[in-house]
């Protein structure tokens, strides 16, 4: 009888803790009862084409193995099926999983998912320059975050944690993150020197940094939050409160709550999702209410 979940296996995921989790993963789901079906992607574009593969094919619950990156790429491949996502964290990040309070361990959210029922959550669509659509689940941008997560996942990919995009944030605000930046936001204008711009469906990105404390990820809202140029000092400041309660009370911080995005920058910017650069501004954003099923504890 043919397996009702897959399970996709980033083997990059955290260092290689995704491929190395998987035997573990996959022995306890079989002692459990389930059938499954491992298969390891070989890059991006290939784990989100066996993600709608598996979903064409029949599979009830396509799983991912790995980061954040790695579950935006499976939901981004079941996007209009039937299918239902699942992850197993096995990243650097994993902030998705805090979101949704899925265990941060990969045998553990194993666990969970046999206890779990679909839940229906939303999603962001972004169109980059050039046309290029892409779509995310947990928190994106423009700006200082998205050169930090660049930076993270190349330069700084062997530091532990949020140190990584800490690291990252550190010399790209040295090198001068700071642009023009023209927004409009359910059609209201915005203008001014920004140093980030951070469009959220979820609290948490970057590895823990808390950005939209008050985001949740089936509420229908974009939560925006515009950074405007700040000292360094001001940077430092607003790093233990990032990490904890995400309540930052700067003058330099403005939140908004819409559901469509439109920014233009006097230069190139780049533009990440979930730690993903998905390219560079101008960019418009958009969400999708209840887009996709997830199996959560």
């Known amino acids: 009888m043919k397996a009702s979940t897959i399970v996709i296996v980033n083997p990059a995921a955290g260092g290689g803790l995704a491929r190395k989790s ?24 290939d784990l989100r084409d066996r993600a709608a593969r598996a979903a064409a094919s029949g599979f009830q619950h396509v799983v991912a193995l790995g980061g954040d990156g790695t579950f935006q790429k499976v939901v981004e491949g079941i996007l209009g099926t039937k299918a239902v996502a699942g992850f197993f964290p096995a990243g650097n990040g994993n902030d998705m999983a805090r979101a949704l309070g899925i265990p941060r361990d990969p045998v553990r959210a194993a666990d969970a998912f046999l206890h779990s029922r679909p839940r229906a959550i939303d999603m962001v669509r972004a169109r980059l320059s050039g046309g290029r659509h892409a779509h995310y689940i947990c928190a994106g941008g423009m700006g200082l975050d998205a050169e930090a997560a660049y930076l993270a996942n190349t330069r700084f990919k062997d530091l532990p944690g949020a140190s990584r995009y800490l690291a990252g944030a550190l010399r790209s605000f040295f090198d001068g993150a700071a642009f023009d930046l023209s927004a409009e936001i359910d059609g209201t204008k915005w203008f001014g020197r920004a140093m980030l711009a951070v469009v959220a469906n979820a609290p948490w990105y970057g590895s823990g940094f808390c950005i939209a404390p008050r985001a949740e990820v089936d509420d229908g809202w974009l939560d925006v939050v515009l950074v405007r140029e700040v000292t360094w000092t001001r940077l430092f400041e607003a790093v233990p409160i990032l990490l904890t309660s995400g309540d930052l009370q700067f003058e330099e911080v403005e939140r908004f709550r819409c559901w469509r995005l439109k920014l233009e920058t006097d230069r190139p910017v780049k533009v990440h999702g979930d730690g993903e650069l998905l390219g560079e501004s101008p960019a418009e954003f958009e969400i999708l209410p209840r887009a996709v099923r997830v199996m959560i504890p």
Request: hydrophobic letters at 30%.
């Open 22 to 45: 998987a035997p573990a993963v996959e022995d306890y789901l079989k002692s459990q009862g389930l059938r499954v079906e491992l298969s390891e992607s070989k890059n991006p574009e």
